[in-house]
């Protein structure tokens, strides 16, 4: 089973900053990664599929990146609407499928 | 615009089987290419994949969950549903529908309480 490690656990930052999030797999997964969002009350929601493509409608203060076994996801400048909790997910052994721990954006 | 919502009760006995379907919208499930998911968030925690099926009827599991779960599809009706049997504390969870391979789309999720 592939474990995927999420870093750090909380990251407390004001609007404006810019967001940092890291995402290790036990193995290499080559770039079949996805990155979601999730705010309380709510599904999750998909920013980034296959390390570094954005989904529709995402817009491009999200970016990410990455290949193996590190990946990033990298907020340019926090929006109000961005704290949350993101969760990476891999599907590199597809069709059998593991999410991260996740990694919680709250306001400083 | 694609749109999936989960049924089913939201209070399960244990040792009894959880049952919940999810009902597509704007596409067919048919449609080639794309898979169809449960995946379940106990309250507080994070996101566990549950299983997956092709409208052909292949199905994938958790490897955790595989000895209870089963995940079928009627695709006369546009629904794919999920029972997990002999259920405990441990499985009360949002209960979520997905459509794989991306989970692009997600219904609104729907709390099971498994409870006597």
């Known amino acids: ?108 | 615009q694609l749109q999936m919502q989960e049924s089913g009760p939201g209070l399960v006995k244990p040792s009894e089987t959880l049952s919940l379907t999810c009902t597509v919208s704007g596409g067919s499930i048919s449609r080639s290419s794309y898979y169809w998911g449960w995946i379940r968030q106990p309250p507080g925690k994070g996101l566990e994949w549950i299983g997956s099926i092709y409208y052909s009827g292949s199905t994938y599991y958790n490897p955790s969950l595989k000895s209870r779960v089963s995940i079928s599809v009627d695709s006369s009706k546009n629904q794919f549903s999920l029972k997990l049997t002999s259920v405990t504390a441990a499985d009360t969870a949002v209960y979520y529908c997905a459509r794989n391979v991306y989970f692009d789309y997600w219904g609104q999720g729907t709390l099971v309480t498994v409870s006597s």
């Open chain 1, 1 to 108: 089973e592939i474990v995927l490690t999420q870093s750090p656990a909380t990251l407390s930052l004001s609007p404006g900053e810019r967001a940092t999030l890291s995402c290790r797999a036990s193995q290499s997964i080559s770039t079949y990664l996805a990155w979601f969002q999730q705010k309380p009350g709510q599904a999750p929601r998909l920013l980034i599929y296959d390390a570094s493509n954005r989904a529709t409608g995402i817009p491009p203060r999200f970016s990410g990146s990455g290949s193996g076994t590190d990946f990033t996801l990298t907020i340019s400048s926090l929006e109000p609407e961005d704290f949350a909790v993101y969760y990476c997910q891999q599907r590199n052994k597809w069709p059998l499928l593991t999410f991260g721990p996740g990694t919680k954006v709250d306001i400083k």
